[in-house]
């Protein structure tokens, strides 16, 4: 194993990968790639993670990434809704498969059939989608004309857990709403997904945005398990190191690794940030104190300072007002309370750019966050 990585080091290695010690001049879909996808369960989340990200970010850019079928939300790392490029969602979704099919086993949905056809269900719920976008209402009704003693939702979520689909516009879109609403990924984009299942590409994606990194922490972030042998297999292109503890750490020969003493600036980040999910081990962005609350909380938004979660966030707009709400986990020092209300300003701005009156406050993080 190489020379070892403290947690600090490790920490700025994550943030600068992750363009969070400075932002980024590049476009929102080659930013979108460097991240290896978002999560995007929270439709607006990725927004926030680009703005926090990107200089001069619009909504409107990565709207129309959605509309123009450059940018796709579907089902991929960990069974999680992810927003990636249509090339990596149509590279990956083979490779993730195994996930979100062992993810449906354990489901209720999964017991409800039992007895069932399944492969029936899944051909007669692809022809429907194939026909026409539909959400999992519609299609679970549909179904239900087929099997009337079966449950309408078990039937459709068969489908969607199976079916390689994809959201459509308007959901994702910025100050829109709209159902989820499923089409075939290959109808939406034009093309089949690869039926290449090998992960190696997926790791080294993984790496390069979120190594160095053990082959645990690549399962975490994927839901993939075995994936010793990739790391074997691809080791003779990868550098290694070790952590504190004494695991081997993977990454890519040009994975940056800035000074550990580099200062990391405050950043907003959206729910589920992968950032925060990306690890088996997470101590080198989630604070040891703070470790239970912080996991339990994850479906809030979250405040990186000197690149450590520190406390969570909720913009809201009232009228001509936008107020930020900042929860500390712990007492913040002066400056990073100054730096972290510069920040809010301009993310307030981002969230009502009509707001004439803004506002920040300081509460109790919520109960379990």
Do not use: C, K
Request: charged letters at 25%; aromatic letters at 8%.
């Amino acid at each position: 194993m190489g020379p070892t990585l403290d947690r600090r080091a490790l920490n700025r290695a994550l943030v600068a990968r992750q363009s969070l010690l400075g932002r980024s001049a590049i476009p929102p879909l080659a930013m979108v790639e460097r991240l290896a996808g978002m999560q995007s369960q929270v439709p607006n989340a990725p927004y926030v993670g680009l703005w926090s990200r990107l200089e001069r970010f619009e909504p409107s850019a990565l709207g129309e990434l959605l509309v123009q079928r450059r940018v796709v939300r579907s089902t991929l790392m960990r069974g999680t809704i992810h927003l990636t490029s249509a090339d990596d969602a149509l590279a990956w979704r083979s490779v993730i498969r195994p996930v979100i099919e062992r993810g449906f086993g354990a489901t209720q949905f999964y017991r409800n059939l039992e007895g069932l056809d399944r492969a029936e269900v899944i051909a007669a719920g692809r022809a429907l989608l194939e026909e026409r976008p539909l959400n999992r209402a519609e299609l679970g009704r549909l179904l239900g004309e087929r099997w009337p003693d079966r449950d309408p939702g078990s039937l459709a979520y068969t489908v969607t857990y199976h079916v390689p689909l994809v959201q459509l516009p308007p959901r994702g879109l910025w100050g829109r709403t709209g159902q989820a609403t499923w089409t075939p990924m290959e109808s939406w984009l034009g093309r089949a997904p690869s039926p290449d299942e090998a992960a190696d590409e997926v790791v080294i994606r993984y790496l390069a945005a979120f190594g160095p990194a053990t082959v645990a922490d690549a399962s975490a972030w994927s839901g993939l398990a075995g994936l010793r042998p990739t790391f074997e297999r691809l080791r003779p292109r990868l550098r290694t190191f070790s952590d504190e503890r004494g695991r081997e750490l993977f990454d890519v020969p040009d994975g940056p690794l800035p000074d550990a003493g580099t200062p990391a600036p405050p950043r907003f980040i959206g729910e589920y940030d992968n950032v925060l999910v990306a690890y088996d081990d997470r101590s080198r962005v989630i604070p040891d104190e703070h470790r239970d609350r912080i996991l339990h909380g994850l479906g809030v938004p979250m405040v990186l300072i000197d690149g450590m979660v520190r406390a969570t966030w909720r913009a809201t707009v009232s009228g001509d007002t936008a107020t930020l709400e900042v929860a500390p986990y712990d007492r913040l020092a002066g400056d990073d309370r100054r730096a972290l209300e510069t920040e809010g300003e301009m993310l307030l701005m981002f969230f009502a750019p009509g707001a004439s009156r803004l506002a920040i406050r300081y509460v109790a993080p919520p109960p379990g966050a």
